[in-house]
Nanobody, 117 residues
Framework: QVQLVESGGGTVQAGESLTLSCKPS????????LGWFRQAPGKERELVAV???????NYADSAKGRFTISRDNTKNTVYLQMNSLQPEDTAVYYC???????????WGQGTQVTVEN
């Protein structure tokens, strides 16, 4: 298990930006996949973006062109830069770390993102 500490959520207006941060309790290079998921009220948790230890990135269709996942190896931190936020992006965002993609892995406590019109 790895502990994940998230930060950066908040309330913004539509069209604005936010950056979420997630810092694992152990070295990046021991974690194969670091990702961000989100869960809106009444909906299932869904993948937003993931980055592998090799630097490969994948995004949900809803995130492509607006969100960027990145990792800073010197700070052992993964970021989710979210631009052009819309009310439908409102959700609790969770950081996730896993060794193999077919495992659920470890989850952060979640950070609320609220986008108002």
């Amino acid at each position: 298990q790895v502990q994940l500490v998230e930060s950066g959520g908040g309330t913004v207006q539509a069209g604005e930006s936010l950056t979420l941060s997630c810092k694992p309790s152990r070295n990046f290079f021991t974690i194969n996949f670091l990702g961000w998921f989100r869960q809106a009220p009444g909906k299932e948790r869904e993948l937003v973006a993931v980055v592998s230890s090799h630097g490969n990135k994948n995004y949900a269709d809803s995130a492509k062109g607006r969100f960027t996942i990145s990792r800073d190896n010197t700070k052992n931190t993964v970021y989710l830069q979210m631009n052009s936020l819309q009310p439908e992006d409102t959700a609790v965002y969770y950081c996730n770390a896993r060794s193999t993609w077919n495992q659920s892995g470890s989850w952060g406590q979640g950070t609320q993102v609220t986008v108002e019109n």
